[in-house]
């Protein structure tokens, strides 16, 4: 017979890598808290009082780290829009075309209000050069 690997349930270990920021998944810190909970509660039943208190302070770390992923996502909902850049100077009237469809697009969003969109402010500076 010859030497082969058996193969199994064993997943390889996730290494990220350099340059990489590690991206949390809102919902797989969710869970992560609501287990840890469980456990604690289930360690609690059974008289664990330490592996209770060890998992309490699993679930309040996980809830902290979702309470920190939820506040970046909700300070500036245009950070990741992909409309919010300067806009071309347009140089003749098919560039001014493309600039008012910009324009166009940006005013309709209903991220945020007119006043405080970020890239409307830039398009005001977009005229066409003579």
């Not at 082969?4 to 920021?21: D, E, L, S």
């Not at 347009?90 to 008012?100: A, G, I, S, T």
């Not at 469809?101 to 402010?121: E, H, I, M």
């Amino acid at each position: 017979m010859a030497n082969t690997i058996p193969t199994g349930r064993i997943a390889p270990a996730f290494k990220p890598t350099k340059g990489n920021p590690t991206q949390f998944d809102p919902v797989a810190l969710h869970g992560e808290a609501i287990n840890a909970c469980s456990m604690a509660t289930y360690y609690t039943r059974k008289g664990n009082h330490a592996g209770a208190a060890r998992k309490s302070v699993q679930a309040l770390a996980a809830l902290r780290r979702l309470q920190a992923v939820s506040a970046k996502d909700t300070v500036d909902p245009c950070s990741n829009c992909p409309d919010n850049f300067p806009l071309p100077q347009p140089l003749d009237y098919f560039d001014r075309v493309v600039v008012d469809g910009y324009v166009t697009r940006r005013t309709a969003c209903d991220k945020c209000t007119a006043n405080t969109k970020p890239c409307l402010s830039m398009a005001d500076r977009a005229e066409v050069a003579k």
